[in-house]
């Protein structure tokens, strides 16, 4: 699979990624087996999404041992930073690890930043000083939060609803994204798209890109870890 650079993040990852959210409708044993086929595969990058402790404990318990090859990213609604500071810490416990490589603040209505007084950024900032974080993204599916983000260069990278069907206008700014220096990530569909090379080949010609999809077990993931064994990707 070919090897792609968040901009600044300093992550460097597969293209392909799997979003960890269908976990909860297995037990443990199964989110371990399921997992290690994707780790097998290939595949390194693993949204766990938001502060879940029963998702989060999956999620843990299938990559004991193997946490160093893997780059997790973790997504926090805005709310107080005491508030945050808590759902951190339970799910850096559940998951049984010091840190995430990438905490997303996730679908906000303004877009946070330094010195705001709701002080949620500043709050993340504080964790990323302290070593529980190593960079600091945004996921959000308002075009203006986007293009705010990409103006004001305070985030490592930007998750968006990206796809084969988006419109030519939207697919540019994975290209602003890059030119801002920022990592582009899609964010995962629902369900495994029929034609999966084709939602690939789509965003491919804009650059590095990560692809998430979502860690359910069927045909769609089976396809997906097939091509994560391709060199060509």
């Known amino acids: 699979m070919k090897e792609i650079s968040l901009g600044r993040s300093g992550i460097r990852t597969g293209q392909l990624g799997l979003e960890c959210g269908p976990l909860l409708k297995r037990s443990f044993a199964e989110s371990r087996a399921l997992m290690e086929r994707a780790l097998d595969a290939g595949i390194r990058f693993l949204d766990i999404g938001l502060p879940i402790e029963e998702l989060q404990k999956r999620v843990g318990h299938a990559i004991a041992g193997r946490r160093r090859q893997i780059v997790l990213a973790g997504s926090f609604a805005p709310c107080a930073p005491e508030a945050f500071k808590d759902q951190l810490k339970m799910v850096l416990r559940a998951l049984k690890t010091?840190?995430?490589?990438?905490?997303?603040?996730?679908?906000?209505?303004?877009?946070?930043?330094?010195?705001?007084?709701?002080g949620f950024y500043d709050a993340m900032t504080d964790a990323k000083k302290a070593g529980?974080?190593?960079?600091?993204?945004?996921?959000?599916?308002?075009?203006?939060?986007?293009?705010?983000?990409?103006?004001?260069?305070w985030y490592d990278t930007l998750q968006f609803p990206w796809g084969a069907a988006s419109s030519e206008e939207l697919l540019e700014y994975i290209g602003f994204t890059h030119e801002a220096d920022m990592g582009s990530i899609s964010v995962p569909p629902e369900e495994y798209p029929d034609d999966i090379a084709h939602e690939l080949e789509a965003l491919a010609q804009y650059g590095d890109h990560l692809f998430l999809f979502p860690l359910e077990e069927g045909d769609g993931l089976d396809a997906l870890l097939a091509m994560s064994r391709e060199e060509r990707l």
């Open 132 to 153: 529980y974080i190593r960079s600091i993204g945004i996921t959000t599916g308002s075009e203006d939060v986007a293009l705010h983000a990409l103006e004001y260069g």
């Open 98 to 118: 010091d840190y995430l490589d990438l905490c997303q603040i996730h679908d906000p209505d303004y877009l946070p930043r330094t010195g705001d007084a709701e």
